[in-house]
């Protein structure tokens, strides 16, 4: 079992910067890929980024490309996501996600953080 815990969100005015993290724990491997999803109410999750364990494979849905950077160190088993020129669009809870397979463009993962809350003033 892997526990995943989110933190960095909050308020921020468009056309900021924040940076979410995600430390794991439990049974967690460094050759797993690990990823970002965001949710808003009434709508589905929305993948946002995935990184595949070595950091040599990265991918972001097409919304966030150019303004979002995903990393991981695997030393200290923590996951980021660097997000540059919010928009209010991207106001979202933000799940950070581990393990599972990464299939090219397609990630499935097994594991879940409990979210972290992103909101963007316009």
């Known amino acids: 079992q892997v526990q995943l815990v989110e933190s960095g969100g909050g308020l921020v005015q468009a056309g900021d910067s924040l940076t979410l993290s995600c430390a794991a724990s439990?049974?967690?491997?460094?050759?797993?890929?690990m990823g970002w999803f965001r949710q808003v109410p009434g709508k589905e999750r929305e993948f946002v980024a995935v990184?595949?364990?070595?950091?040599?494979?990265?991918y972001y849905t097409d919304s966030v490309k150019g303004r979002f950077m995903i990393s991981r160190d695997n030393v200290k088993n923590m996951l980021y996501l660097r997000m540059d020129s919010l928009k209010p669009e991207d106001t979202a809870t933000y799940f950070c996600?581990?393990?599972?397979?990464?299939?090219?463009?397609?990630?499935?993962?097994?594991?879940w953080g409990q979210g972290t809350q992103v909101t963007v003033s316009s």
């Open positions: 996600a581990s393990d599972g397979y990464l299939i090219v463009r397609e990630y499935f993962p097994d594991y």
């Open positions: 990184i595949n364990g070595a950091s040599d494979y990265t």
């Open positions: 439990g049974r967690h491997l460094n050759i797993a890929p």
